[in-house]
């Protein structure tokens, strides 16, 4: 059964630094996109970040050049270090992959529960 566990959600201040981490079990995902999403309230959730199997990387505009996404496929880990955090990133963040690989698109199948980031100002 695949499982997606995030970790490393909590409350920070506004321009302080958190890094969210996914553990994936189940199946092999070396060959899958793994991304991030959020999800504020009353909002849509929308796509953050991904990387895809050969390490490109995705980034929505709202965090580039704050958030970085890196995996590690033997760990089978995917993580998020998020940087200048906003109020407006308050949101539950969930870790998703993509087993076309690629890391954009449609192809999100398997989620986790999400983890909960609040930054205050």
């Known amino acids: 059964q695949v499982q997606l566990v995030e970790s490393g959600g909590g409350l920070v201040q506004a321009g302080g630094s958190l890094r969210l981490s996914c553990a994936a079990s189940?199946?092999?995902?070396?060959?899958?996109?793994m991304g991030w999403f959020r999800q504020a309230p009353g909002k849509e959730r929308e796509f953050v970040a991904a990387i895809s199997w050969t390490y490109i990387t995705y980034y929505a505009d709202f965090v580039k050049g704050r958030f970085t996404i890196s995996r590690d496929k033997a760990k089978k880990t995917v993580a998020l270090q998020m940087t200048s955090l906003k109020p407006d990133d308050t949101a539950v963040y969930y870790c998703?992959?993509?087993?076309?690989?690629?890391?954009?698109?449609?192809?999100?199948?398997?989620w986790g529960q999400g983890t909960q980031v609040t930054v205050s100002s």
């Open positions: 998703a992959t993509d087993p076309t690989g690629r890391g954009y698109g449609s192809g999100w199948k398997y």
């Open positions: 189940g199946r092999t995902f070396s060959s899958d996109a």
